[in-house]
């Protein structure tokens, strides 16, 4: 179908667009309408244009908030900055990439991959840059979402994919006297490359995924650095390598090479769940070899029990690094265990009463996740606010679509996250249902396609029986979890399920609202 055909139901609801007065700005036309408006030019966003383009969809556009695509790639730019999964697994199964250099590539030749897809795949007339969208509404009468943009323009859209992505907002902690500090404050995920951490004085405060490759780079030109750990990570070495040419050679001319590699590398880290989701003789095996990588890099006994985690493993993100132990020891490092009491003028203060003086502090302490929020105010049918339908934690079907906002797609949603495989594996299959779905609504004609809210609610009841019995539930704490312990992130199973899932969709489990 094409939208040309509904002029008359977009002008009925830009007519009735609710936040149209508030805004200054306010133009009487949408900018444009189309058959499918993504959110985010990050790897979902443009992994969905592709296979939208490629199932013969091409009326899309993608809004991207900053001038540059790339998402989580090009803002996490720290020193270190690398993938903790192989690339040949990091990547589209559909876009393979022969030419890795290593076997886990850092995040300068992650991003040339993203910017690879854009120029492959001509991509970059669809992304409108410096689009940030401040709030999305259904318009039930025309079967139509408004995407709001900060600036008050709009778009409108027959189907909506959010692919802002989960980790897109970072978070400085709440420690007392943060604003006080008058040296150099750093994100990890918006790193300062202008700052010359040559013989400076830093504190690190975090020691998860970001901070365990952050310090190993800092202890090599900084004065010192003092490591400020809350909760130590469990640690598995990273069988990192450098890629040799007759490999990529044999890759370039045998693709079906590097499929039975990636093939080999996905069933590797599916056998990984039986460790890292559920507790099982696995998980034991997995803690022995993490004890084990511990003590051959750590000879200090008393260093050693300072970084031996008291949770199962895979409760949180478990950390691969080969570098991370070895620059805890260097002369110039130091692993503070006492827990921050404040920030002072000169530096962090620890509960012992000492206040360590420092140039810099680089927090490296995470994202604010969205557990329970949406990226930016969601109103659905019968001006169902999706923020609030969320406050006690989100839920999704399939993690994909919510009951009462039709046509609306999340790439990353309610509970699809992995603690052992390729985040990129979950995501194509997320774009695959999402594709197929739309393809539905647009070759049908079909005005509205909702979830019916039993299926959603038998969905999810089944994914918080199986989350109870997994490592993610079993007592620590992590960003997996919202404050009263509530898992709205991970997908309590093997990807092959996941995939599986993902693979069948079935019209009954939608309500269908026709033009
Ligand atoms: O953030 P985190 P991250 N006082 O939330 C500590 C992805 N990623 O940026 O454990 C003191 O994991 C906090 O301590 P604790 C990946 O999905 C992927 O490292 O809560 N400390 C923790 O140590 C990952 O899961 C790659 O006790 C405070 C740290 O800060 C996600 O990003 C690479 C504190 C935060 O760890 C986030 O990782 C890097 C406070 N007030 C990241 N607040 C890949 O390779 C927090 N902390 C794909």
New binding site residues.
Partial sequence: MNLIVHTDAVEASVKTRPSQSKKAKVTAQPLAVVNTLIIGAGFAGLGSAIRLQQAGLKDIVILERSSKVGG?WRD?TYPG?????PSNL?SYSFAQNPNWSRG?SGSAEILDYINYLVGNFQLNELIKFNQNVSALSFDQASGLWTIALADGEFYQARTVISAAGP?SN?SF???DGLENFKGKKIH??NWDHDYDIKGKRVAV?????????IIPELVKTADFVKV????P?WVTPRPDYKTPEWNKAVFRTLPAAQTAMRRALYWAHESMALAVIWNSPLTKVAEQLAKSHLKNQVKDTWLRRQLTPDFKIGC??VL?SNDYYPALQKPNCKLITW??VKITEQGVQTMEGVEHAVDCIV?????DVSKSGTPFPITGLNNRNLAQEWSRGAQAYKSINVSGFPNLFFTFGPNS?PGHNS?LVYMESQIDYAVRVIKTIIDQGIKALDVRPEVQAQYNKGIQQRLAKTNWNSGC???YLTEDGFNATMYPGFATQYKRQMATFDQKDYQVMTA
């Fill in positions: 989580t996490n900055a690398a993938c903790d999964i990091y886990f980790l970072f902690p709440q420690i990890s995920a405060i975090g020691t998860g995924a970001s901070a365990i490759q400020f750990q809350r909760t990570g949180k993100r691969v827990p921050i927090f490296a302490t995470g994202f996250g985040a704490k992590s960003w």
